[in-house]
Nanobody, 119 residues
Framework: QVQLVESGGGSVQAGGSLRLACRASDSYKCMAWFRQATGKEREVVAAMTPTGTTYYSASARGRFTISRDHAAKMTYLQMSNLQPEDTAMYYC????????????????WGQGTQVTISS
């Protein structure tokens, strides 16, 4: 059974930092972080291929860093200079699709970890 377990969410003030972690039960080609704010659609935040190629959304670029520890089956999202608009449930996702940029083909999802940023 595939399992993705996120951790590291919490509440911080604007300008603060958080590091999210995702532990996978198996190794996957594509790993990504998505988020969904209340009343909004889920959106991709960052993704990483097995060779280290990364993708960031416009809002994440320059503030967030995705990384992977393949041996430990861990994926991280280091978030800095957090702003109230970053408040959302953050989900770890895994997939085996040809292109890691095919956002609708991520097959496996964690339960999410809440990130709340106060101004």
């Amino acid at each position: 059974q595939v399992q993705l377990v996120e951790s590291g969410g919490g509440s911080v003030q604007a300008g603060g930092s958080l590091r999210l972690a995702c532990r996978a039960s198996d190794s996957y080609k594509c790993m990504a972080w998505f988020r969904q704010a209340t009343g909004k659609e889920r959106e991709v935040v960052a993704a990483m291929t097995p060779t280290g190629t990364t993708y960031y959304s416009a809002s994440a670029r320059g503030r967030f860093t995705i990384s992977r520890d393949h041996a430990a089956k861990m994926t991280y999202l280091q978030m800095s200079n957090l702003q109230p608009e970053d408040t959302a449930m953050y989900y770890c996702a895994a997939g085996t699709q040809f292109s890691c940029g095919s956002w609708n083909q991520y097959r496996y999802w964690g339960q999410g970890t809440q990130v709340t940023i106060s101004s």
